[in-house]
């Protein structure tokens, strides 16, 4: 087990983790393939294949390739850039590869490939670096396999051959108790701004910061070891979680970057609550969070508990909103279900009577325990399924991040470690089979109403793991494989393709 929390909840832009973070992710590192031979590059070739081809312009698949190879980070840049820059490579038809040479190149030549799918995985670009002489200066295949998660065709060569490639993540990978600007203050008392990073550069940066496989002390791939692990040293799932990360990390950094990643988490709501108007794109979606979140200041402004859903849909739409237009998000594990654990987790903090009693400190406690224990379900389904919509439907990121964030908010409830799994397992069984269908190849319709269903669905699934003692017929192993089990029989039509599903019987404009 060598994935980090920090690998599933990773600071990127809208709209997909899959289609815009991977790829840029993937064209910034063939950009740092090329390095000091970049004043050799006369030319490049660049295809894009299956549904990264195919819904790639909805996507923003072939601006993020631009914008990588131009040595953009995606946990680094901020929107004005992103428009300064895929403006001047418009005006001019050239980019600034690895930003030092000027080459003529832009999105028409990027070579279209939509039917071919490579065996490896459906979203795969391939890259070449050519001299003047068409000699190859550097050649690479990219595989974004959802969440941002990259992985290259000299990595599985590498593992392949018993190496030591890193697994998942080349890429460089009103008041406080009336509204969700209760979430702009940390949750320890101190700025957000003020949050220092975890690890080696910022927390939640897509950097790969776990241990080597064999480097944590409680490795784990399967639910049934997890909880063995869980019974054997009296631990909480959050706890091994944590003992996990502290083999790279020390405890401090670990709970400052996960603060950051909630912080981050939070500035996105806030920034999505200040919009209004139509989402970008052809399909003339408008934003309903702005005047929701004012709707709700008026009717609810002392936090009854019968408004709890309103306030929840309220901040899985405004995520994804923000999401859908190209923001800074969290991927959580995806950005297709970025709003669900932010929405979970604002139930957490505002409508479980411990954590709003307890101040500050338990606040910032109770993100700490919700995040961890997320990340521990995160990894099950990275290591056993799939986290890509392009490869096992909507499932592997709604369902996901369901599963992720109820056991996040069982653990907040108090449940035992058996009521944690079972909540988890309760919220995917009932996703499963989930297609990945958005219209126009745009992350907003069905995936931003999506997100807050599924948060609902997850606040009950832990609601019934809560009143019941542990005990089910279906354990969560099982429902990961079969999640995987009915992603291999799906078929392509419904894997984040736009070729099936309300993708075709919906008219556009």
């Avoid at 209760?182 to 701004?193: E, I, K, L, V």
């Avoid at 269908?437 to 009950?460: T, Y």
Wanted: glycine share 12%; with cysteine; net charge negative.
């Amino acid at each position: 087990m060598t994935i980090s929390v920090f690998d599933l909840f990773t600071v990127g832009i809208g709209p997909s983790s899959s289609h815009t973070v991977g790829p840029m992710r993937a064209a910034a590192s063939f950009a740092e393939l090329i390095g000091e031979r970049v004043d050799e590059v006369a030319s490049l070739e660049v295809d894009v294949f299956g549904s990264l081809a195919a819904t790639g312009r909805g996507h923003g698949t072939f601006d993020a390739i631009l914008l990588g190879l131009e040595g953009v980070q995606s946990d680094l840049v901020e929107s004005d850039e992103i428009v300064e820059r895929t403006e001047r490579m418009r005006s001019t038809g050239c980019i600034r590869l690895a930003d030092a040479k000027e080459i003529a190149f832009g999105i028409d030549d990027l070579r279209q490939r939509p039917l071919t799918i490579l065996e490896r995985h459906p979203n795969a670009l391939e890259l070449r670096a050519l001299d003047a002489g068409g000699e190859e200066i550097a050649h690479e295949t990219y595989y974004s396999v959802g969440g941002g998660f990259v992985v290259s065709a000299t990595e599985d060569a590498a593992l392949a051959a018993g190496g030591e490639a890193g697994a998942g993540a080349d890429a460089r990978g009103g008041d406080s108790a009336s509204d969700p600007s209760a979430m702009a203050q940390s949750a320890d008392g101190t700025s957000p701004a003020g949050t220092s990073a975890a690890g080696s550069g910022e927390a939640g940066s897509g950097e790969a910061g776990s241990g080597e496989a064999g480097g944590v002390p409680f490795p784990f791939e399967t639910a049934a070891e997890l909880l063995e692990i869980c019974r054997r040293e009296d631990l909480r799932i959050w706890e091994v979680m944590l003992a996990n990360e502290k083999a790279s990390r020390d405890e401090d950094e670990i709970r400052r970057g996960l603060l950051h990643i909630y912080s981050v988490m939070d500035r996105c709501t806030m920034n999505s609550l200040d919009r209004s108007g139509y989402l970008p794109g052809g399909l003339k979606v408008r934003r309903r969070a702005h005047d929701w979140f004012l709707r709700l200041k008026a009717e609810d402004p002392g936090k009854n508990p019968k408004y709890y859903q309103e306030w929840v849909n309220l901040i899985a739409l405004a995520v994804n909103e923000e999401n859908a237009s190209g923001g800074r998000v969290v991927t959580a594990p995806t950005n297709g279900a970025a709003g669900i654990i932010p929405a979970v987790l604002y139930y957490a903090l505002n409508y479980v009577t411990e954590v709003v009693e307890g101040g500050q400190a338990a606040r910032a406690d109770a993100i700490v325990r919700f995040l961890l224990t997320a990340g521990a379900i995160g990894v099950l389904y990275k290591e056993r399924a799939s986290i890509s919509g392009a490869e096992v439907g909507c499932q592997g990121e709604v369902g996901s991040a369901s599963s992720m964030a109820a056991g996040g908010l069982a653990e907040v409830l108090g449940c035992s470690v058996q009521q944690v799994e079972n909540a988890a397992e309760i919220a995917m069984e009932h996703n499963l089979g989930l297609t990945c269908d958005p219209i126009a190849g745009l992350v907003q319709v069905p995936c931003i109403e999506r997100n807050a269903i599924a948060s609902g669905k997850a606040i009950n699934a832990a609601k019934m793991a809560l009143w019941g003692d542990g005990e089910h017929r279906v354990s969560l192993d099982e429902v990961i494989a079969t999640m995987r089990a009915t992603g291999a029989d799906m078929s392509d039509k419904y894997k984040e393709t736009a070729l099936g599903g309300l993708a075709v019987n919906v008219v556009e404009c």
